[in-house]
Nanobody, 125 residues
Framework: QVKLVESGGGMVQAGGSLRLSCAPSGRAFINNAMAWFRQAPGKERELVAVISWRGRTIEYADSVKGRFTISRDNAQNMLYLQMDSLKPEDTAVYFC??????????????????WGQGTQVTVFS
C-alpha cells in the first residue's frame, strides 16, 4: 500500500518558520514530480509548490514566492517544504502529493495520484 505521510505542522506566530516533511512508503517517487498543496477552511485546494523528479524545475504559487522553499532528497525518498516569514493567511491544511506517471510535470491537483492525509499549519498574529 502506497502512503504519503506529512509531518512538521503546528502553530507558529506570524513571521516564524516551519519545515514540513513528506515520507512516502510502499514505493519510491524518485522519478516522479511531487508537490505541496494546501486547503484553508471554505476554500479550494491550491498549489503551493511543485518540484520535478530531479529537482531541476520548481514552481511556486505567487503568494509564497520568496518565503517558501520546496526540496527533495531522492536518496532518502523524502520531500520537504521550508516555510519562512509565515503569515496568518498561510493557515491551512498542507498536503503532500505525488504523480504516478514518470518524468512528467503538472501544477494541477487532478494530475496527482497519491496524497497524504494532511498536516495542519496555523499562523497566529
Amino acid at each position: 500500500q502506497v502512503k504519503l505521510v506529512e509531518s512538521g505542522g503546528g502553530m507558529v506566530q506570524a513571521g516564524g518558520s516551519l519545515r514540513l516533511s513528506c515520507a512516502p512508503s510502499g514505493r519510491a517517487f524518485i522519478n516522479n514530480a511531487m508537490a505541496w498543496f494546501r486547503q484553508a477552511p471554505g476554500k479550494e485546494r491550491e498549489l503551493v509548490a511543485v518540484i520535478s523528479w530531479r529537482g531541476r524545475t520548481i514552481e511556486y504559487a505567487d503568494s509564497v514566492k520568496g518565503r517558501f522553499t520546496i526540496s527533495r532528497d531522492n536518496a532518502q525518498n523524502m520531500l520537504y517544504l521550508q516555510m519562512d516569514s509565515l503569515k496568518p493567511e498561510d493557515t491551512a491544511v498542507y498536503f503532500c502529493a505525488a504523480e504516478d506517471n514518470l518524468f512528467t510535470w503538472s501544477t494541477t491537483a487532478a494530475d496527482f495520484d497519491y496524497w497524504g492525509q494532511g498536516t495542519q499549519v496555523t499562523v497566529f498574529s
